[in-house]
């Protein structure tokens, strides 16, 4: 530096930088996270309770009728099949399987099995589901009967899972 010359002004310096830097960081980060928790936040939490319960009754009616009427359903996934074996007094053409993943909505599969055979039903996964999602099975919107369970390890007949 000359003697002419004087100091120089504080946005040429090393410090003022670095300890607005610390900060900066510090800001970002905390946004970061802000972000990732919005994005995989989880869908646990329900708004309306009462309705739920509601609901939860009419669910319980129907399995009621389905024990009552003798229906029962043994759910297999092959690769990326899935074989339904229904018993009792089943004659829809189709029935509604939903599979839904124990933590992440969006994760759910909703399929529409075939009628494969007189007490079996069979539909292609878009996705292949893993051991204890919960499975429920129906005849549709306006049935009278409804089953439900989880996957288990003998639910499977391959060993390629996710």
């Not at 009616?61 to 229906?71: F, L, Q, S, T, V």
């Amino acid at each position: 530096m000359h003697a002419s010359e004087g100091p120089r002004p504080w946005y040429r310096q090393f410090w003022p930088w670095f300890l607005m830097a610390l900060p900066a960081c510090a800001v970002v980060a905390s946004l970061w996270t802000v972000y990732i928790a919005h994005r995989d936040a989880d869908d646990l939490v329900v708004d309306d309770y009462y309705k739920d319960g509601l609901a939860i009754n009419r669910q319980l009616e129907k399995r009621d009728y389905a024990e009552r009427a003798g229906i029962a359903a043994r759910v297999r996934v092959d690769g990326d099949d899935i074989l339904v074996t229904v018993s009792g007094p089943v004659r829809a053409q189709q029935l509604a399987l939903y599979l839904s993943h124990p933590i992440e909505s969006d994760r759910d599969i909703r399929v529409t099995l075939q009628r494969a055979s007189r007490d079996s039903f069979r539909a292609r996964l878009p996705a292949p589901p893993a051991p204890r999602w919960h499975w429920v099975l129906d005849a549709g919107p306006d049935s009278r009967w409804r089953l439900d369970g989880s996957l288990s390890d003998a639910n499977f007949s391959d060993v390629r899972r996710p």
